[in-house]
């Protein structure tokens, strides 16, 4: 899950998918240099993602389902939001608020959670959709004019006839 920087010269990952090989951790490489450095205090965190001011990158804890956002400034770690359970996060385009898909009962939301305070509200409720929490691929993300856009599978079952 790689994210840039904005200046373009970094990419900032963190796996997915890391907790049966206790790999996750927050990784940033460098692509002037080709060096890969793992964020300090990153252990145990997926799926980075750098804001748009180059400011923070945020990350999802694997166990308690805890936003964490790094001041890359000062290389500081802090909590953001607690119970989230969801995979995808996307910032606002000035830098103050992540948005963070939550598939948990009683329907799946994406939520704002706001960069100063941590103060969270329910920006989308995806339950008006009719999407079921198993068909949500859990991304997420905004076009360049702030447009949300949501990957989720939709699977049917047909029966096609074709006359050759």
Same mark, same amino acid.
């Given at each position: 899950?790689?994210?840039?920087?904005?200046?373009?010269?970094?990419?900032?990952?963190?796996?997915?998918?890391?907790?049966?090989?206790?790999?996750?951790?927050?990784? #940033?490489?460098?692509?002037?240099?080709?060096?890969?450095?793992?964020?300090?205090?990153?252990?145990?965190?997926?799926?980075?993602?750098?804001?748009?001011?180059?400011?923070?990158?945020?990350?999802?804890?694997?166990?308690?389902?805890?936003?964490? #956002?790094?001041?890359?400034?000062?290389?500081?770690?802090?909590?953001?939001?607690?119970?989230?359970?969801?995979?995808?996060?996307?910032?606002?385009?000035?830098?103050?608020?992540?948005?963070?898909?939550?598939?948990?009962?009683?329907?799946?939301? #994406?939520?704002?959670?706001?960069?100063?305070?941590?103060?969270?509200?329910?920006?989308?409720?995806?339950?008006?959709?009719?999407?079921?929490?198993?068909?949500?691929?859990?991304?997420?993300?905004?076009?360049?004019?702030?447009?949300?856009?949501?990957?989720?599978?939709?699977?049917?079952?047909?029966?096609?006839?074709?006359?050759?």
């Amino acid at each position: 899950a790689p994210t840039w920087s904005s200046d373009g010269g970094s990419l900032a990952y963190g796996n997915l998918y890391c907790e049966e090989s206790r790999s996750c951790a927050i990784h #940033i490489l460098r692509l002037a240099d080709r060096r890969v450095q793992t964020v300090p205090g990153s252990q145990g965190l997926r799926t980075a993602r750098w804001s748009p001011d180059g400011r923070w990158i945020a990350a999802l804890t694997s166990d308690t389902r805890e936003v964490r #956002i790094f001041d890359v400034r000062s290389h500081l770690w802090r909590s953001l939001a607690q119970g989230v359970h969801g995979d995808s996060l996307a910032w606002s385009r000035d830098s103050t608020s992540i948005y963070a898909m939550d598939v948990s009962l009683p329907g799946p939301k #994406i939520l704002r959670i706001r960069v100063p305070d941590g103060g969270r509200t329910t920006w989308a409720d995806l339950g008006a959709l009719e999407i079921k929490r198993s068909d949500l691929l859990g991304w997420f993300g905004f076009t360049p004019d702030g447009s949300p856009i949501l990957l989720y599978k939709h699977a049917t079952s047909e029966i096609l006839r074709a006359d050759w």
